[in-house]
């Protein structure tokens, strides 16, 4: 699968709190097949866990660099049969924080 880059989303210059709400919000923007590279500095693993419960299975997930004072984290949207394959799921309705 051919991957495209969306966009870059360096998370070190956005306040914690707002970071995954960010994240997810572009998250649900992507078209299938592109993605976003996440930059931070630390392991984000618990992110990962919230990508699996809200939208498992429609991301994939690789880490590009990791640490140990950078990790770039590569995000993409799988590619599904239809569009209604997303229905129900976070990437609808903006419940991914978009």
Not at 19 to 27: A, T, V
Not at 36 to 50: C, G, I, K, M
Not at 71 to 80: A, E, L
Request: charged share 25%; proline share 6%; aromatic share 10%.
């Amino acid at each position: 699968m051919t991957t495209e880059l969306a966009s870059a989303i360096d998370v070190r210059t956005i306040a914690p709190r707002d970071r995954h709400p960010f994240i997810f919000g572009r998250f649900d923007r992507l078209r299938p097949g592109e993605a976003l590279l996440l930059v931070n500095d630390h392991d984000p693993r618990p992110l990962y866990h919230q990508f699996e419960q809200r939208c498992g299975g429609q991301f994939d997930w690789t880490y590009l660099r990791s640490g140990p004072d950078l990790w770039k984290v590569q995000i993409g949207k799988k590619h599904q049969g239809t569009i209604d394959a997303f229905a129900g799921s976070c990437c609808s309705g903006g419940a991914c924080g978009g």
